[in-house]
Nanobody, 126 residues
Framework: QVQLVESGGGLVQAGGSLRLSCAAS????????MGWFRQVPGKEREFVAGIDWNGVSTNYADSVKGRFTISRDNARNTVYLQMNSLKPEDTAVYYC???????????????????WGQGTQVTVSS
């Protein structure tokens, strides 16, 4: 059983920064791809950023490219999402997701990920 715990969400003014963390359960191997998604009420969950199992490949949604950075620390079983220059439209519940895979591939569809965290709220005020 895999458990993912997100942290780092909160309220920030437009232009500010937040760093989200997603810690995977201790018995999880490091051979997994990770993704960050976000969702607002009434809309589908959308891809934000993804990273392959060893951090070689990353991919971003166009809306966050140049502002967000995904990274991982396999020694800590933790993936991060550094969010800079935040905009009100970034307001959402952010979820991390995990897929066991030892490939240099970034997965962008929610259907690719069987394991999900509980979500953390990010609110950007104007």
């Amino acid at each position: 059983q895999v458990q993912l715990v997100e942290s780092g969400g909160g309220l920030v003014q437009a232009g500010g920064s937040l760093r989200l963390s997603c810690a995977a359960s201790a018995r999880t191997s490091s051979s997994y791809a990770m993704g960050w998604f976000r969702q607002v009420p009434g809309k589908e969950r959308e891809f934000v950023a993804g990273i392959d199992w060893n951090g070689v490949s990353t991919n971003y949604a166009d809306s966050v490219k140049g502002r967000f950075t995904i990274s991982r620390d396999n020694a800590r079983n933790t993936v991060y999402l550094q969010m800079n220059s935040l905009k009100p439209e970034d307001t959402a519940v952010y979820y991390c997701a995990l897929r066991f895979a030892r490939l240099t591939v970034v997965y962008r569809s929610p259907l690719d990920y069987p394991y999900w965290g509980q979500g953390t709220q990010v609110t950007v005020s104007s």
